[in-house]
């Protein structure tokens, strides 16, 4: 019998398991899943793009989140047509919880604002970098 059929039939003989039994499992997953949208220039459509893809997201029933990280000019209120009583720079700031931030917007999409115009949002400390994340895992 050749190498590659014995190979095949020992791996067989192992239980249940293949080559693909692990993408399976990712795919079976329940945890969130992450998409970034970053680019090295402005004005090239990123939070266009953004907004439209998390938009279709939740058009097909997925539960899903926007996070505005553009922390020193955000829109995506803006583009929504949204006006957030509060955003990421009350929640740095102590003044609000991060959960308290988030909007609704169309189709049941959810919006976490950051703040247009705050420079202190664009220049954080590695200190408020790692709160921030912090308050975004938890």
């Not at 439209?52 to 997201?57: E, G, Q, R, S």
């Amino acid at each position: 019998m050749p190498a590659s059929k014995q190979n095949n039939q020992s791996a067989g003989s192992r239980g249940n398991t293949d080559q693909a039994e692990g993408l399976r499992r990712l795919q079976q997953s329940r945890g969130p899943k992450v998409l970034a949208v970053t680019g090295g220039k402005g004005g090239v459509g990123k939070t266009s793009i953004s907004v439209n893809l998390a938009l279709a997201m939740a058009q097909m029933g997925k539960s899903t989140l926007l996070l505005d990280a553009d922390l020193g000019l955000a829109n995506v209120d803006v583009l929504l047509g949204l006006h957030p009583p509060a955003n990421l720079s009350h929640v740095l700031g102590g003044q609000v919880d991060l959960a308290d931030i988030i909007i609704e917007g169309p189709s049941g999409l959810k919006i976490l604002p950051a703040a247009s115009g705050v420079s202190d949002l664009a220049a954080l400390s590695p200190q408020a970098q790692s709160g921030l994340i912090s308050a975004l895992s938890g």
